[in-house]
């Protein structure tokens, strides 16, 4: 069992940044992908940024040159996000596992609000 804890959600306004943080019960992070969810009212969940195991990032086209996913060590991941913009809010999830399939493990989601 893995359990995910992020933080660093809230309210910014159009422009501005935010950094998430997640941190993993067990020193986890480099077993496996890992990475960022969003999902907004109404719409799927979509991979923001990821990273695989052997350490190959991907990011949305949505967020490419504006967010970048870091991983500080084996239990603790970043996202930090620059430029809000509107269309970036949403609930963000950190997850473990296997990203392709999104079978692993989830955190309980942090809240992202950008205004304009």
């Known amino acids: 069992q893995v359990q995910l804890v992020e933080s660093g959600g809230g309210l910014v306004q159009a422009g501005g940044s935010l950094r998430l943080s997640c941190a993993a019960s067990?020193?986890?992070?480099?077993?496996?992908?890992m990475g960022w969810y969003r999902q907004a009212p109404g719409k799927q969940r979509e991979l923001v940024a990821g990273?695989?195991?052997?350490?190959?990032t991907n990011y949305a086209d949505s967020v490419k040159g504006r967010f970048s996913l870091s991983r500080n060590n084996a239990k603790n991941i970043n996202l930090q996000m620059n430029s809000l913009k509107v269309e970036d809010t949403a609930i963000y999830y950190c997850?473990?596992?296997?990203?392709?399939?999104?079978?692993?493990?989830w955190g309980q989601g942090t809240q992202v609000t950008v205004s304009s």
């Open positions: 997850f473990f596992g296997n990203i392709a399939t999104m079978s692993g493990y």
């Open positions: 067990r020193s986890v992070f480099s077993l496996n992908d």
């Open positions: 990273m695989t195991k052997g350490g190959t």
